[in-house]
DNA sequence: CCTACCGATCGGTAGG
DNA sequence: CCTACCGATCGGTAGG
């Protein structure tokens, strides 16, 4: 449907929802009500319940994408690479945690080609890391290690941010980054004595 | 209710159910349909859903606790304590994926006291990781990090095996273990030069 | 954006 | 362990 601010707002009610309590437990009464609004009211801006959870999720796989490969155009050592793209993925889900979280743990209640296409275009996100890690093995920066292995790793530590930031929390996003940056590098970096 | 090996049925189909829809999204039919009965008769044998859950939630937690208690009941340095922690966490999981991702992604669900119970219980299993790191850091083992996102980081990391671990995958549970211990003693260990 | 309402499904009970 | 059934709630439609 269409792209009116009514249904961004609407986008953002639910993410709020899904995030908290997950998407089926979120009803779309509860999304509308968030909006001072009936349930019923929902329908004039979108088409189905699944419809909010797509736009969410697909606008979040877009943003991890766009903001990834930005930060892997500069052309530097497979250490620096990593690190601008650990801190990319973090920024991406400090920016909106509530889009960042549906994408990250309820993707798995779309159906049909929708959910196919997701799990392919997480694939392809996943194999950024490990394109990068191979690179860093091949090289002698990093440690060796399964590539694969360490990807899911590294973006399982750092999609767990997205359950647990709050902006007013005691760290600021950017230190989070920070931390998370050092911890992810060391993770894959030989020691070399 | 009574601990019978019905039960413990019951709760291995509901593990597996809850693993693959969530706790929301499974029903107490499809429950006892994996069983070959009516959802009706599963209330022989427990009183609720929430009871299910919490059944499994609860026996995760003390397994964790329990397996993490002997991996550091032996008197070694940090790196080799932090090894035999994270190798006894990831134990827990692939020794029985369904109750351990259960225990990571559904607990939200329980209401009231046992929500309580288990958040206080996951922040003590975390305090064990925070205080080893603390530990490390102290006597110069570790690298300078905030112990509590170090933790996190840590946790999520492993935590993210319930989500992807299958017995017939790739990579055996052993061999898993083996690369991310690395990874995670690598993520804490200062580099010296 | 509303009220009124739909069929389907939910967790759970009664009573064998 | 079953059938029959309950009230509540679900996503969604009709018709303003």
Redesign the pocket.
Known sequence: MLDTP?RREIEDAASALFRERGYVA?????IAHA?D?????L??HVT???DVLWAIVDRAASRFERTADRALAADADPADRLAALVAAHISVITADPGEASVFVAEWRHLSGDRRQAILERRDAYERRFRDLIADGMADGTFALTDPAVAATFLLSALNGIAGWYRPEGRLAADRIADHFVDLAVRALTEVHR
Chains 1, 2 share one sequence.
């Open positions: 009514r979120t009803s779309v009464r509860d909006l609004i009936r349930g019923p009211s329908y004039a189905s319940k699944e």
